[in-house]
């Protein structure tokens, strides 16, 4: 299944605005599917991941500034002063 999603994630990727950091699905039987992926909204995480995990996304899935949500500037600026 991770692998699956990675891939899509991947694929969805787009040039300047990222990759979304977060997807939800509900089935709703019989015939109802959502999907909503989310490229703006921090996780909520189980674990926090470490820091080095932001500036690898940042390097995988790069983002313009204006398209960096503040609460990931955050983050890749505390990865940035952990180095």
Same mark, same amino acid.
């Given at each position: 299944m991770w692998n699956l999603l $990675? @891939? +899509?994630r991947v694929?969805?990727? @787009?040039? @300047?605005l990222g %990759?979304?950091?977060s997807t939800f699905s509900r089935l709703s039987p019989p015939?109802?599917?959502?999907i909503v992926h989310d490229r703006d909204n921090a996780? /909520?995480?189980q674990d926090e991941p470490p +820091? @080095? %995990?932001y500036t690898d996304e /940042? %390097?995988?899935f790069p983002r313009d500034e204006s398209n960096v949500p503040a609460w990931f500037a955050d983050e890749l $600026? &505390? &990865?940035d002063e952990a180095r």
């Open positions: $990675r @891939r +899509l694929g969805m990727h @787009r040039p @300047r %990759a979304w950091f015939d109802e599917f959502e996780p /909520q995480w +820091l @080095r %995990a /940042q %390097a995988t $600026r &505390a &990865a």
